[in-house]
């Protein structure tokens, strides 16, 4: 080949285990110039040198668009098979396409995961189809454990994790049809603000604590776009399997949790959720456990959505403690690496002093993204910002139900 690139596909029709380039018609797919190999060959240099003209002539142009708009001039010819190439610019270039289940964009890597459908190694990852600007595409190479970071990063000191009870997941879910998707997007909102309300509850003890959130895994009922999803998912990218762990940028804006703003809203340090499982993370941070249970709840064994170590004390709380009763009870265990706590929603009461638990509520509400979107009638809006959902949830509900 003279040119590989991968693209912006959300699928492969690739059999399993199958780690070839695409298949000749990819090509017909979107490339995206992130990654690019070139040969050193008469032809590739002449067609770097008509796109790099391309440029200067016209300095508005968007470099991906020109470089599609000349691969597809003039003929394009498949190669016999088995090849997988084809001759594009006018067949003066041969062209092939990466697989896509290796070679992924940030959709097929974290949230389809379309390398472990297909049996294949993750080669590389391109932060495309994300959200939160670059806040977001770092937290989601932290989240793939991809991004470097200091060892301060990981050792601390001090940290809180939370158990999470998830939303209960529709029967049949992952082959309903269209006719069925209204009530699924309807149990998807719903069940977010159940996560959402536990989440709010654990980063204000964690404020309260002066310790580190480590985010817990999100679980999502539909995928989030910037326009109407086809069977909650990406039209096209009907390998994604739901429900799904998705990426902090589907529902939270990871920037504005430590972005300093007026008004002395406290700032919220956090952690992805794969920071427990990161093997540069110490194993004293994942060992060194003091363990906060509800003084009423039974005593039982840690299940999946419990970041626990295998020995940890354990303190048992009166519902609803404020911040000085959470204070007092921790006083001896500040230098615990970390604090985890099995029910944030039962065991946190708030703040005592007077505008401490407004100010963390903006704080939280500025964090949030939005969901996008279900099919709709011109004019009508089919998404739903998060923070409209967290403080109108009634109203906001009822206008959905009625789309």
């Known amino acids: 080949a003279d040119v590989l690139a991968h693209t912006d596909k959300l699928n492969s029709g690739l059999p399993v285990g199958d780690a070839g380039l695409e298949e000749a018609g990819a090509i017909h797919a979107v490339a ?192 989030r776009y910037w326009a109407p999803l086809d069977r909650c998912r990406i039209p096209g990218a009907e390998a994604v399997p739901l429900p799904f762990t998705c990426p902090m940028d589907h529902v939270f804006e990871p920037g504005n949790l430590e972005q300093r703003m007026e008004g002395g809203e406290p700032l919220v340090p956090f952690r992805e959720y794969s920071f427990l499982g990161n093997p540069r993370t110490p194993a004293v941070v994942k060992d060194d456990v003091v363990v906060l249970e509800l003084a009423s709840a039974a005593v039982n064994s840690p299940e999946g959505s419990s970041p626990l170590a295998r020995s940890r004390a354990t303190l048992r709380l009166p519902a609803n403690s404020t911040n000085l009763g959470l204070q007092a009870a921790l006083a001896a265990h500040e230098a615990t690496h970390r604090i985890h706590v099995t029910d944030p929603l039962a065991l946190w009461g708030g703040w005592e002093e007077q505008g401490a638990n407004a100010r963390m509520a903006s704080r939280f509400l500025r964090s949030l993204g939005f969901w996008c979107c279900r099919k709709v009638p011109h004019g009508q809006d089919g998404g739903m910002g998060y923070a409209d959902l967290l403080l109108n949830t009634q109203k906001a509900l009822q206008r959905f139900q009625r789309l």
């Open 32 to 223: 995206n110039i992130g990654l690019l190999v070139f040969r050193a060959r008469p032809q590739t240099l002449a067609f770097v040198a008509a796109w790099r003209e391309g440029l200067n002539q016209d300095p508005k142009a968007w470099d991906q668009t020109l470089f599609n708009q000349l691969l597809h001039i003039g003929r394009m010819t498949p190669e016999p098979a088995p090849s997988r190439l084809t001759r594009a610019w006018d067949d003066a270039l041969l062209v092939g396409i990466l697989p896509t289940a290796s070679y992924s964009s940030g959709h097929v890597a974290y949230v389809s995961g379309l390398a472990a459908q297909k049996k294949l190694t993750q080669v590389m990852v391109h932060t495309t189809f994300q959200y939160g600007g670059t806040p977001g595409k770092r937290n989601r190479l932290r989240e793939g454990m991809l991004w470097y970071d200091p060892p301060a990063y990981y050792a601390g000191p001090r940290f809180l994790s939370i158990d999470m009870q998830y939303p209960a997941i529709p029967p049949g879910i992952q082959t309903m049809g269209e006719e069925g998707m209204h009530a699924v997007q309807l149990a998807h909102l719903q069940g977010m603000l159940q996560q959402m309300l536990q989440i709010r509850a654990g980063m204000a003890m964690a404020v309260v604590l002066n310790r580190t959130f480590i985010m817990p895994k999100l679980m999502c009922l539909c995928d």
